[in-house]
């Protein structure tokens, strides 16, 4: 006879071992039955990846095929996407959809991805070289720059111009285009005598204030700000806002997120911004990952997933879209009452409401 | 052995009183710790007004200041903790803790702004208390620990909320100020220069101060004269916590949003502990001075703004402040090992 307490243990361990045994095979039923689909961004956090997330669950969920997330743990942490595509190669995902952390380091891991039969999509940003991937779908980051540099041109006329422009950082490749997107659409070069202060804001708000601080103090007269994303631009306009010059200076930015991107172009705060749309990049990447399962026919090429020139002070011979507009297809948490707000600055600027 | 001998060399420094020679009082002027940083402050505030007529006016260093205000505060903290002989490398995230904390109480949930500050504080203090227990019950080393929780509480602030929002007039009063002339002087300036003071003194005079830098000398040593080491390195850890809670108020005065990403992508961290190098306290304890750190933190920020408005691109400011970082550090061993002869 077992005494109680044995018998307890072992009727325990039992059911320790059926319910570990039970996953087990459901998890091994779904992985043969279910199509995966991988998607890999730098980081968890990050509005813009939440959103991109959401999409990919969104379109994994209407086609019922079953989304694998991971990330790194930075912007620049190639060492956990290695790892990600590993395991979901392991895992039995028929494609993998990839916001590389490092451009050029990832290409090994992906090349070995792709040898393995698993086809690999970056989104957002492209691996060096582009066709490391079967394909890429993505902003074109040097028009946004573009679109907010001619913006500006066109508001401003002949009038004398300095600028500062508050970067990301050294080496970072969206940072580069949108900057040379800017001047160029703003017809100018680089080192150009109207850029009087450029920095790193690293897209950080403090970072952003700070530099804007320090380049009031290297030329007091800058009347145009160019900012690599929304919070560095939140970070200059308080800058502006302490130093009583929030009024005379024009603030571009590339983005879109809700805040503080559109809730400043609503507040007036910023004149105009690049919005981009990662959802729409998750959504058509998922779609292709299974296309390819069930056709095998693979995406190639660079897909452009669009940009569109946000504002609520429209220029003649400017293409931009409103307020509205700009909220309706934000990404992150748009406040209470700031569809209302954004009603009346376009109704204000007479910008029809979007169909 | 060599410990003792170590910490009895360092005492010799620290408590020794010298006869009153004048050649000698000069050299034990220029062995204090504070003076390295101090002479490469005045130099490199000499170079950058040589360079451009903005850097050297009072406007300009009034933004300095301010610029320099969160990390200082932060580094005020870490300076306790290294001068133990521990690291704290989770403080920027915990002050964004705080930070979001405090903003989001107020603005999003209608709690009292001044209560929210008060939890915020709380929270923050009772993160260094966690801090201080792992270290000294599990005998875990300060660098584990610290580097375990920089990531618990990012995380943490990141399940509490992704958003940034905007803070209510009434948290953001240290921003405000008074005018001497032209110039702002931010009540945040004054809180953080009174707070080195505080600091200062506490170390210089009283026994809990003078005990932090025993503990880093010789813990052991510590230990036997009757000292709980224990319930001091907790104490240590939780002021530090409460110093962030602190720092998280400044960073909300300044920027005026709660910001949950700012404590990691904003390189706090990493910019604390360049202050309290570059200000001289040695990273094996025992040895350095507060006043040293602000010194530390202020040399950051002028690099930062007198590069920018000589027009030298970051990535030279990156690699400057990098060989500053070690130049600092061999003078002060160099100047030691010269001291011991």
């Not at chain 1, 058509?284 to 504002?311: H, Q, R």
Request: one cysteine or more.
């Amino acid at each position: 006879m077992f005494s109680t307490q044995k018998s307890k243990k072992l009727a325990l361990m039992v059911t320790i071992i059926l319910v570990i045994l039970g996953t087990f095979g459901i998890f091994s039923a779904q992985a043969q039955d279910v199509v995966q689909v991988g998607l890999i961004t730098k980081t968890e956090t990050n509005p813009f990846f939440v959103k991109m997330r959401e999409g990919a669950q969104a379109a994994a969920d209407a086609a019922g095929v079953k989304l694998l997330t991971a990330s790194g743990k930075s912007d620049s942490d190639n060492d956990s996407q290695v790892t990600a595509i590993e395991n979901m190669v392991n895992a039995g995902v028929k494609g993998i959809l990839l916001v590389p952390a490092d451009s050029a380091a990832i290409a090994p891991t992906v090349k070995k991805a792709r040898e393995a039969g698993v086809l690999v999509i970056a989104l957002d940003t492209p691996t060096i070289p582009q066709d490391a991937v079967d394909a890429l779908f993505a902003t074109d980051n040097l028009k946004a720059g573009l679109l907010i540099g001619q913006y500006a041109k066109a508001a401003l006329g002949d009038k004398p111009v300095k600028i500062a422009t508050l970067d990301a950082a050294p080496g970072n490749k969206t940072g580069v285009l949108r900057h040379n997107g800017f001047l160029q659409g703003f017809g100018i070069e680089e080192g150009d005598a109207s850029i009087v202060c450029s920095g790193d804001s690293g897209g950080d708000q403090a970072k952003g204030q700070t530099l804007m601080e320090n380049c009031l103090i290297k030329d007091p007269d800058i009347n145009l700000v160019y900012a690599i994303n929304e919070p560095a631009a939140a970070g200059a306009y308080t800058a502006l806002d302490k130093a009583g010059k929030a009024d005379g200076v024009m603030i571009v930015a590339v983005d879109g997120g809700c805040a503080p991107g559109i809730a400043g172009i609503i507040s007036g705060h910023f004149a105009a911004t690049s919005q981009q749309y990662p959802l729409k990049m998750a959504q058509m990447g998922v779609e292709a990952v299974i296309n390819f399962a069930k056709t095998g026919d693979k995406p190639w090429g660079y897909t452009d997933t669009g940009v569109t020139l946000i504002s609520a002070k429209p220029l003649e011979g400017i293409d931009s879209q409103g307020a509205v507009f700009g909220a309706q297809s934000c990404w992150g948490t748009l406040e209470d009452g700031e569809m209302d707000a954004a009603m009346k600055v376009d109704a204000a600027a007479g910008i029809k409401p979007p169909a | 052995m060599i410990c003792t001998i170590l910490s009895l060399r360092k005492n010799y420094f620290m408590e020794t009183v010298l006869p009153d020679s004048p050649l000698i009082r000069i050299r034990r002027f220029l062995l204090r710790p504070t003076m390295g940083p101090l002479i490469a402050l005045l130099i490199a505030c000499a170079f950058f007004g040589s360079q451009t007529p903005r850097f050297l006016t009072i406007n300009n260093f009034s933004f300095i200041f301010q610029q320099s205000i969160v990390v200082s505060v932060l580094a005020i903290g870490q300076t306790l903790i290294i001068l133990t002989s521990g690291i704290d490398l989770s403080n920027g995230a915990i002050m964004s803790l705080g930070a979001v904390f405090m903003v989001h109480l107020a603005s999003r949930n209608g709690i009292n702004p001044y209560l929210a500050i008060g939890v915020g504080l709380a929270i923050t203090a009772g993160i260094g208390f966690i801090n201080g227990l792992l270290v000294t019950r599990l005998r875990l080393p300060a660098f584990i620990v610290t580097l375990g929780m920089l990531g618990i509480v990012y995380a943490l602030t990141l399940i509490y909320t992704s958003e940034t929002v905007p803070a209510k007039e009434a948290q953001t009063f240290l921003g405000n100020g008074f005018k001497v002339g032209d110039t702002l002087i931010t009540y945040g300036t004054v809180a953080m220069v009174l707070l080195f003071l505080v600091t200062w003194f506490m170390l210089r005079e009283t026994a809990f101060g003078r005990h932090i830098y025993a503990i880093g000398n010789n813990a052991e040593a510590v230990r036997l004269a009757g000292i709980s080491t224990d319930r001091l390195l907790i104490a240590v850890y939780s002021l530090a916590g409460l110093l962030y809670g602190i720092a998280a108020l400044l960073l909300i005065a300044r920027t005026e949003v709660g910001d949950p990403q700012t404590g990691v992508a904003g390189n706090f961290n990493l910019e604390s502990i360049t202050a309290v190098v570059l200000g001289g306290t040695s990273l094996f304890g025992g040895r350095g001075n507060v006043l040293g750190t602000l010194i530390g933190s202020l040399i950051v920020s002028i690099f930062r703004n007198g590069l920018l408005l000589m027009g030298i691109p970051s990535i030279y400011q990156l690699l400057i402040t990098g060989i500053l970082v070690i130049m600092a550090v061999s003078v002060d061993q160099f100047s030691q090992r010269g001291g011991a002869r």
